[in-house]
């Protein structure tokens, strides 16, 4: 039998079915690509955002008929995810078979093949080997340390669909870090809902961090998103004494605006964040910094939005990643008023990404003329090998074999190209 997953929403989502894919292999399952003809089919959907919700619900309802019409047969469907959780997909969704609450996600394939046993479900007329042509290849691998968040951001739904904090052992990361390590690898992005949150007796993150980079196999780690104001002055500290950990942050703002920070409920103010980015600059010059920034937040006037160009303006951001406001049914901040109106969040947001431009361009030219060390994902019709840099530069690297793909080669750029990327 085969399945396939289709994810949307954020790098924990992809983590996550990568451990579904796992359970599915292991229970004789194979497993295809998102496009590919399949007995089963696995939506992970995302209910972040309004959008993203949408996009997963709009899957699910379209499997089915998309295999009438290419004449195949239609497949068994699961939702699973944030969005089974929220409000919109409470109700039967059209097209479903199964919905998975999060209580089932840890069982997920266990529990699909109860349905497809308990209806009897007959194996349908494909090739039991799948084409191994078809099958994804993966350079970088998700290490899931923990779900869940406590800390009820007033615009955020996550708590609410993903639960409170729960860690995974200690012990089992680090063995599945080698693990992963072993199979080859080339780099393991530590990943979680909130990973501030993560505890282990009286281990917190820097520990597990630094208990990762001492496993000899463990090549090049990369860290997902990390709350600012938790535990992040570590973390750098820890960064700066260890050249196996990616120089790149992901610190989310979401606002340069008191007020609205405050109306969020976040855990800092722009003057500490500011001295959280200066700290980590002092001791990591090169550092890439990421950032999520919501445009249109209730109540955010004029006067604030523009504080918050002029904040971002005045920080070495490398990227943004820019989000209308979407009020999301369940949250305090869905309940406040002083709405900005949709044209408004459209405008403000454009004018972030015209900054993100900006700013991404004028930190890829500090590289230029310096080695850099890139893992090669994918080779391109021009034969550029393509893939990240540790700073989360993209590039775009001459002269590379297809044995090269999932490695880490190092190149000197000698330009920044229209896309933005190194060449
Ligand atoms: Fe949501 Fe805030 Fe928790 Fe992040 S820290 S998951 S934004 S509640």
């Given amino acids: 039998m085969r399945v396939a997953f289709k994810t949307f929403g954020c790098r924990l989502n992809q983590a996550e079915t990568e451990q579904f894919a796992a359970d599915f292999t ?13 007995d089963v089919v696995v939506i992970h959907g995302c209910a972040v955002t309004h959008t993203a919700e949408q996009q997963g619900l709009q899957m699910a309802r379209s499997i089915k008929r998309t295999a009438r019409m290419a004449g195949q047969q239609e497949p068994f469907v699961a939702l699973v995810g944030c969005v089974v959780e929220a409000d919109a997909a409470r109700r039967a969704v059209a097209g479903v078979d199964l919905l998975v609450t999060r209580d089932g996600k840890d069982r997920l394939a266990a529990i699909v093949q109860a349905h497809l046993s308990a209806r009897a479900l007959p194996a349908h007329a494909l090739p039991e080997l799948p084409d191994p042509s078809i099958r994804p290849r993966r350079k970088r691998a998700l290490l899931k340390v923990q779900d869940g968040c406590d800390f009820f951001c007033s615009y955020c739904i996550v708590p ?22 072993q199979a080859g690898f080339s780099e393991l992005v530590v990943t979680g809902c909130n990973m501030a949150c993560y505890r282990d007796g009286t281990r917190g993150l820097p520990d597990l961090l630094a208990a990762l980079v001492s496993i000899a196999e463990v090549p090049r780690l990369r860290l997902g998103s990390i709350e600012p104001a938790t535990s992040e002055l570590e973390i750098i500290e820890l960064m700066s004494s260890c050249s196996k950990i990616c120089r790149h942050l992901h ?8 007020a609205t920070l405050r109306r969020m409920r976040r855990r800092y103010t722009p003057e500490s964040y500011a001295a ?8 990591l010059p ?23 160009i002029q904040f971002v303006e005045s920080l070495p951001f490398s990227n943004l990643h820019v989000f209308p406001y979407s009020a999301r049914p369940g949250t305090t901040a869905a309940e406040l008023p002083e709405a900005v109106p949709p ?5 403000r947001a454009q004018e972030l990404l015209r900054l993100r431009e900006e700013k991404r361009r ?6 230029v003329g310096r080695p850099v060390d890139v893992l090669i994902e994918r080779l391109d019709t021009d034969g550029f090998g393509c893939g990240w840099s540790g700073a989360y530069l993209d590039c775009r690297v001459p002269g590379i074999s297809r044995s090269q793909r999932g490695r880490i080669v190092r190149f000197t750029p000698t330009g920044v190209g229209e896309s933005g990327a190194l060449v």
């Fill in 26 to 38: 292991s229970a004789g399952w194979h497993v295809v690509p998102p496009a590919a003809p399949a």
């Fill in 160 to 181: 609410h669909t993903r639960g409170l904090p729960v860690s995974r052992p200690w012990q089992q990361v680090l063995d599945e870090a080698r693990a992963l390590s």
């Fill in 251 to 258: 610190l989310p703002l979401q606002s340069g605006d008191a």
């Fill in 276 to 283: 959280i980015v200066q700290a980590a600059m002092r001791r």
């Fill in 286 to 308: 090169d550092l890439g910094l990421g950032t999520d920034l919501i445009v249109g937040f209730p109540g955010e006037s004029d006067e604030s939005f523009a504080r918050t």
């Fill in 343 to 347: 044209a408004v969040r459209k405008a």
């Fill in 362 to 367: 004028a930190f890829a030219l500090q590289f």
